[in-house]
């Protein structure tokens, strides 16, 4: 896909001041993307398998500190998933994504390539009457060639059903994380991001269906 457009955004940072403007400079940008899915079931293992693949590449200009460069971006993401119910009251399922990101701006500046690494994981032990179910997830944002910051977050939830009576208790943040840092990346920009989570907690939820 090529898109030509007359605002080209400019980005400037002065004194902890980060400005975004726009110049009225007539430009190309040229944006290409590829996407794949295989999957495969071990139906005698109870077992579904998946693999998505994103590719995508753009390239263009972009204007910083006054100057006007090209850059061209190339993402690249894994995207497995996996679900097993070897037993009826028994059930896993692990979803991930492996994003590495590539800049290169202006004449041979090349970026470091960065990973930002998503996996999650599900299991649920139970019925229809009595559910447990465990969930963890696991964050890793590569910030350069030498730093990177990572999360990881766990919650419990189990579920009681009894006639229109329905009873659950949940555990949420086990690990007790005080913080969330996570790491948004663009063509040549990258962005860090926090929010400040609630400690430690229980909630009790009791519910009667009329």
């Known amino acids: 896909m090529e898109t030509k457009i007359r605002g080209l955004p400019n980005a400037y ?6 400005t975004l403007t726009t110049w009225e400079i007539p430009n190309r940008n040229r944006s290409y993307s590829l996407t794949s899915l295989l999957s495969k079931g071990f139906y005698d293992w109870h077992l579904k398998t998946s693999l998505e693949t994103q590719l995508l590449h753009s390239e263009g200009k972009q204007a910083g500190q006054g100057s006007i460069q090209n ?5 690249l993401a894994l995207i497995p998933k996996i679900n097993w119910s070897p037993l009826s009251w028994f059930s896993a399922t692990y979803l991930a994504s492996f994003t590495c990101n590539r800049s290169l701006i202006g004449e041979g500046n090349s970026l470091p390539a960065l990973w930002d690494i998503r996996q999650k ?12 179910r465990l969930i963890g997830e696991h964050y ?6 030498n730093h990177h910051q990572q999360v990881r977050l766990a919650d419990a939830e189990a579920l009681y059903i009894k006639d229109k009576w329905r009873f659950s208790m949940s555990l949420r943040n086990l ?5 969330y840092r996570y790491t948004t990346y663009s063509t040549i920009q990258q962005y860090t991001s926090w929010i400040k989570m609630r400690p430690r907690e229980i909630l009790v939820s009791i519910q009667y269906q009329l």
């Open 13 to 18: 940072y002065q004194d902890s001041i980060f």
């Open 71 to 75: 850059y061209r971006y190339t993402q």
């Open 121 to 132: 994981i599900n299991l649920e032990i139970g019925n229809r009457t009595l559910l447990v």
């Open 140 to 145: 890793y944002n590569q910030l350069d060639e």
């Open 175 to 179: 690990f007790n994380q005080k913080e």
